[in-house]
């Protein structure tokens, strides 16, 4: 079932669908008689890709989860946390984002760009708790390394001590990840870090297991432009990872739902 998910929600992003419409158009176009309909398969395929490679559409899709929560230190000033104290705060939970186990790449260029952030801001917000424990989530779905034993290693060598890392390595989804954190941090509040527009979902599915996480979005791609840029008139592949993030996360949600997660 996990595989067949990514399968499946893999061809509804923006550049999969859009070749498949424009390759389904001219082969009707090349093959059949059937030239109307290719004309219109085509067509189809490179407005999609058009679209969703200007900013404008990218952004609308991605910004509302990106800022539906404020910022680490946002949040505790609006609450009753005090950062000074040090007993406030007793797990600092990462999930994980995607890693590979290649011995021949440097042990950082192991985990894709959201995973090293979200570590790195585990590690900051970590250090300004003494009683806290990182507690590193992720497992090895696809690889023959959990992502936890990744993220763990990084942390040991920026001065994280073995005894303050716990690892969820046996999740495979967030979901996973909640069930399997849940026993670790019972109904105390802990700190919950992951990629901005991922911060929703995970939110949504912790609670629903009556968790209480502090949201720490992090990685944001969708920033506020004070002046028009060149690049804004032109299509731009990082658009298309913007609304492959967004249309991932409403496709997330929705499978959610459906099971009753959410």
Known sequence: MFILKKIISAFLFPLPISLLLSFTGLYLLWFTTKQRAGKIFVSAGLVILTLFSYSFIANKLLRPLERRYNSFEMEVQSSALNTEDGSAIKFVVVLGGGHTSDPELPLISRMNTGTRTRLMEGIRIYRKYSDAKLLLSGGGAFD????????????????????????????????????????????????????????????????????????????????????????SFFPDTGNLQKAELAIHEYIGMTWAKLRGQM
């Open 144 to 231: 023959t390394i959990s992502e936890a034993e990744m993220m763990a290693r990084i942390a040991r060598e920026m001065g994280v001590p073995e005894s303050d890392i716990i690892l969820e390595s046996k999740s495979k989804d967030t979901r996973d990840e909640a069930l399997f954190i849940k026993p670790i941090v019972g109904s105390g509040q802990f700190v919950l870090i992951t990629t901005a527009s991922h911060i929703p979902r995970s939110m949504v599915l912790f609670k629903s297991l009556g968790m209480n996480p502090i949201p720490s979005p992090i990685g944001h791609r969708v920033k506020d432009e004070q002046r028009l840029r060149p690049d």
